[in-house]
């Protein structure tokens, strides 16, 4: 398993190692400098050249890329020219953020998606199922952004359940009650989507499981039905339920974006939004590595974990 | 099927737990307490350093931490005394004697003196400074014209400019031209961004990223402390988040608020601001090349565009329609003679037709967002149909903002006939003899993209610039306005006017024509 894991780890690098080619070419390409997002309307060549000389973006492309990559590897992702503060310091404290954001709604789509999956194929055509499936359809086709903003709408101006945007409030302690009630509304919409694939396959994975031979073995050894179902059929199951998380995964992440800007939530998609508005190069570069390496990892984690569910899989 | 039985159970259980969940944390966001004004602005800052920063949002921040040499007079854009309390220039316009006001000491203790103004202006203009490397400056330039900033005494400071230069005292009102504390930018050096120290109505009290930065009372300001304890400014992007926070009491001050969710705001829990301010959103028209080169076809085109209709529907009356070149809120420099082009089809089929230009393509360069550009896609969308009534052929080409810059700025040669452009200022000066001179052709480094050309407004431009007198300037720039309108290098189309909703509990508050938020005379209860 150990082997397993190192393979996989070394795998990431030339992963990576692209998406830091990708991203730099990207940012290199895209019309519109850092100056001339500072200096707005007055952006005059003679202005922007010299902004962009005391910004340090002077130098050749393939040197630019060069510096800035050896200068992350030295853990040195530099300074954001939107924020004058350190890129990795912003980034950190904003991934924090959209860690709490995208984990309680992963957890939160990942646990009721299943559940609800669970049901569904346990009641193939049944009401439950009708009832589940109707919803889920629903909520698949709802865009995230325009939930949020009806939620914002609905529960916090109209009945003022929850505040309505923001991760802490202006005053007053930070305690866990009040992140919550802070992050109920956009965890939730962030889940919505989420969720509905997730019981959508859990579904069809239960289905697929239920027929099998080991099932009907399982019954007729006189195994409870609620057994077959949750520990049997499920623990089988969720050998392709897993991928499924892992790939939910990234589309929650992606997702918080839009959730992010709805609700204000002070985050790596809304800094990422910002920067890239703003030319932030540096801000931009480091932030979109950073979160794929993130990514990278997380995939890995659930290849591992599949392995460990499946022996079949070659390790 | 025992197994929805069970699970229904369990789905009620949850629904309760869910339920008290929520009934725990009904009321867990409080009201904002008297004396403290929660600000909703639409950006988080960059910097609360006055040389360092460009952008209107930081501006919002700054003018209440610091004050300038000079500043302008509440509802004006004249400069009246500030850190100085009195100026004498020079016959020739190019030296500036200021004498500075006594005791007046920074929030961090130090003293304000002609030492302090001097480091201000050295630290943004001179490379060799030791504090030069906290910048970059972008906007130095507005001083570019300084030679020398003199000590003649603790209280006496003089500048020496390259050339007589009539906006330099409006440049001084403006953020770029805060004054600093110099024990304080030697203390944090490139961090005195985020640790501020002036000697406004208001101190610096903390910044937490992406959430709030707090700025508290200074009891011993010079002009009388300000009523409110503290100032907190929240960055809320998203437009119709921040009229959701509005509506649901979690600000007291929104800017900015988006022309469809004014009507959300009627009523008497409500005030609605409005003022005009010195911006211009206008239509670049080639006048190189293509139709737009002949002065009867921008004639047309200022006939055509039906402006009325673009600011009461589309802008659903957050601007004024724009008779020329130089906003009204410039009251002392602006022609009040001047009538807008009235909207008249029929006259500019007439002029087009006169031209041989019927049915002429025209390529229309639209932004998507853009710092001053209102709402450009639903304008650029109507001004097309208006054109397209008098039989031109429109087609519309759409960038994002700093694209588009990059697309217009460098001139419309060979690429479009037309393209939005929004400009905002602090001097009747900066816009004409930036966009509208002969000199300032994209090629010379100016932002005339359009190519317009006309020896006596170019003339005009440069006699104001040096005319110390300001009757005088104020008569060469009626005389240059009268001249632009005819000559219709633009499509003068509409001056924003800024606006802000406060709740009942605010009082005594009021938007300044500079578009700078000033706070140091509003009451919250």
Known sequence: MTGYILKRLLSAIPVLFGITVIVFLIMAMIPGDPATAILGNFATPENVEKLNRDLGLGKPLVQQYFIWLSNMLSGDFGTSFALNRPVLDEVLERFNATLVLAGTAFVLCSFLGVIAGVISAANQYGAADKGITFVVLLGISIPSFFLGMMMILFFAVNLRWFPVSGMWPIYGDRTLGVLLSHLAMPATALAVVATGVIARLSRSAMLEVLRQDFIRTARAKGVHERGVIWRHALKAAMVSIIPVLGIQAGFVLSGAVYIEI???WPGVGRMLVDAILKRDILMVQGGVVFVAACYVLFNIAVDVAQSLLDPRIKT | MSLFHVTRQGLMAA?????????????AHA??????????????????????????????????????????????????????????????GTVYTFTLREGVTFHDGSAFNADAVKFNFDRMLNEDHPYHDTGPFPLAFFFSGVTSTEVVDDLTVRFTLDGPYAPFLSNL????????????????????????SGTGPFTFGEWRSNEAV???????????????????????????????EMLAGGIDLMVEVPPVALSEFQGDTYTIHEQAGPHVWFLILNAKEGPFADVRVRQAANYAVNKEALVNEVLEGTAEVAAGPTPPAFAWAYNPDLEPYPYDPEKARALIAEAGAEGAELTFFVTEGGSGMLDPVAMGTAIQADLEAVGFDVKIETYEWNTFLGEVNPGLEGKADMAEMAWMTNDPDTLPFLALRTAAWPDQGGFNSGYYS???????????????????????????????????????????????VTSDKVENFALQPSFFLLLDDVVKN
């Open chain 1, 262 to 264: 709805v609700f204000q």
């Open chain 2, 15 to 27: 629904g309760t737990a869910l339920a008290l969940t929520l009934g725990a944390f009904s009321g």
């Open chain 2, 31 to 92: 009201q904002t307490p008297p004396g403290v004004l929660i600000v909703g602005q639409i950006a988080e800052p960059k910097a609360l350093d006055p040389a360092a920063v460009t952008a209107v949002n930081d501006f919002r921040i700054l003018m209440n931490i610091y004050d300038g040499l000079v500043r302008y007079k509440d509802g004006t854009l004249e400069v009246e005394p500030a850190l100085a309390t009195s100026w004498d220039i020079s016959e020739d």
């Open chain 2, 173 to 196: 009102a403006y953020p770029t031209g805060l004054i600093v504390s110099p024990a304080a930018v030697e203390q944090h050096g490139a961090d005195f961004g985020r640790n501020p």
């Open chain 2, 214 to 244: 707090v700025i508290e009372a200074n009891p011993n300001y010079w002009d009388g402390a300000p009523d409110l304890q503290a100032v907190v400014f929240r960055p809320i992007t998203d437009a119709n988040t921040r009229t959701a």
């Open chain 2, 454 to 500: 006309n020896p006596e407004v170019d003339k005009l431009l440069e006699a104001a610039r040096v005319a110390t007198d300001q009757d005088e300037r104020a008569r060469l720039y009626k005389e240059m306005q009268v001249i632009v309108q005819e000559d219709a290098p633009w499509v003068f189309v509409a001056n924003w006017k800024q606006n802000a």
